[in-house]
């Protein structure tokens, strides 16, 4: 299994909704990230976790709140958030944390705030 | 800081070449090169660490400079599954976990 999963695919929800956008990977990667993208723009880091625990937060407000309950698995909680956060989530892993680590990405979630 | 790719946008012929390049102002320790399809994740080129290193697999190669200051992709006799946008994304120091910044992307259009 070389894939990272992402769910759900869509999400719309209200600016005083509370919901969550999953990332699943079976490869034994040790690191995983969450990347912000607009349209026709690059990937915006925001987490990475490397074995289990926050290495980098890129200032990212509160309201999105990220968690990794074990290797295979991470979140991304989302509470009151914005219209201008609307954008294309994705979710990567590599097999570790150094800077020569292929990313393997899912296929995102396109998150619709209104 | 974001490295600076060029050009933004690329309109080839199938058969045709086309090179793109990803610059800073400080040398990297690493480059990265992805491939991304409209409403895909992207995809995993190649890496690059050493300077004057020089990559390739069937016809898509790169190279990264001696200063570690630039990088540039390069597409031989282009096939219509090169269309996409490809973006550089790019270490200037290792601080504990890979954080990679991408450049704004060139998008790349073969016509048959």
């Known amino acids: 299994d070389t894939e990272v999963t992402q769910t759900p695919k869509h999400l719309v929800m209200g600016m005083t909704n509370k919901k969550s956008l999953k990332c699943e990977q079976h490869m034994g990667h040790r690191a995983m990230y969450w990347y912000k993208q607009k349209a026709k723009k690059p990937p915006e880091l925001m987490f990475v976790?490397?074995?289990?625990?926050?290495?980098i937060n890129e200032s990212v407000p509160s309201r999105f709140s990220p968690e990794c309950p074990n290797s295979s698995l991470l979140n991304l909680h989302l509470h009151a958030l914005q219209p201008e956060d609307s954008a294309l989530y994705l979710c990567?892993?590599?097999?570790?944390?150094?800077?020569?680590?292929?990313?393997?990405f899912g296929s995102g979630t396109q998150l619709s705030v209104l | 800081q974001q490295p600076v790719q060029s050009p933004q946008a690329v309109i080839l012929r199938e058969g045709e070449d086309a090179v793109i390049n990803c610059s800073s102002s400080k040398a990297l320790y690493s480059v990265h090169w992805y491939r991304q399809k409209h409403g895909e994740a992207p995809i995993f080129l190649m890496i690059l660490l050493k300077g004057g290193e020089q990559k390739g697999h069937d016809k898509i190669s790169a190279s990264f400079n001696e200063k570690k200051q630039q990088s540039s992709l390069y597409l031989t006799a282009s096939q219509l599954s090169y269309s996409g946008t490809y973006f550089c994304g790019t270490e200037s120091e290792f601080r504990g976990a890979q954080k990679l910044v991408f450049g704004q992307g060139t998008r790349l259009t073969i016509n048959p």
């Open positions: 990567a892993s590599s097999h570790g944390w150094t800077g020569s680590e292929k990313l393997f």
């Open positions: 976790y490397s074995y289990e625990k926050l290495s």
